[in-house]
């Protein structure tokens, strides 16, 4: 899917940079946000880092980052949304204890929506049966939090910011991730007394 959207860009666009820069740093967020650990923030933090010396193009950067992980949030909800609820559920090894981490998986999800979506493995949602109407716009908002701060970060701080996203960690993460959803809450809110 990356592979097509990149190429619809380039028929459009001239990018400024290596064309195959750009492919890797799309294939990178989305293989992150499938649930494939490692990738996505160091290729996204190396490409901030060329980005401030002149070598990509920031917007670029960003937009095809948040494309990638956008379209892999989407993969690995499809994924876990298919064959996610029937492989925990299925019988074998520690059926009572995957059952169980299923229920408790479907409370946080219901309970916490984008925050669930913003930390946990997009396949994990599809499992949990969260609900496309939900999960989009929480995958893309979560995906664009994501991409400015490890992308926009890593182009303001540079290398550094690996120690930065180390440090503030979960509290940190948790803490901004509530004044993002405080930020919703309070436009949904707006929204209902207007109605």
């Known amino acids: ?54 070598r990509l193009d920031l917007a670029e950067v960003l937009a095809v980052a948040w494309a990638g992980a956008v379209a892999g949030g989407v993969g690995g909800w499809v994924i876990g949304h298919r064959a996610g609820r029937a492989l925990l559920s299925s019988p074998g090894p520690l059926l009572h204890k995957r059952e169980k981490a299923l229920a408790r998986g479907e409370r946080f999800f219901s309970r916490y929506g984008i925050l669930a979506v913003y930390f946990a493995p997009s396949w994990v949602a599809g499992s949990t049966g969260m609900g496309g109407s939900r999960f989009l716009p929480a995958n893309a908002v979560s995906g664009l939090i994501w991409t400015l701060l490890v992308g926009g970060g890593a182009y303001v701080v540079g290398p550094p910011i690996t120690e930065v996203v180390d440090d503030i960690g979960l509290v940190g993460g948790l803490l901004l991730a509530g004044l993002v959803a405080a930020g919703l809450i309070a436009t949904v809110l707006r929204r209902r007394r207007r109605r």
């Open 1 to 54: 899917m990356n592979t097509v959207l990149l190429a619809a860009l380039h028929v459009h666009h001239h990018f400024h940079g290596p064309s195959l820069g750009y492919l890797a740093i799309g294939l990178a967020a989305a293989a992150s946000w499938i649930g494939v650990p490692g990738p996505g923030e160091p290729v996204l933090i190396s490409a901030g880092v060329l980005a401030a010396r002149g």
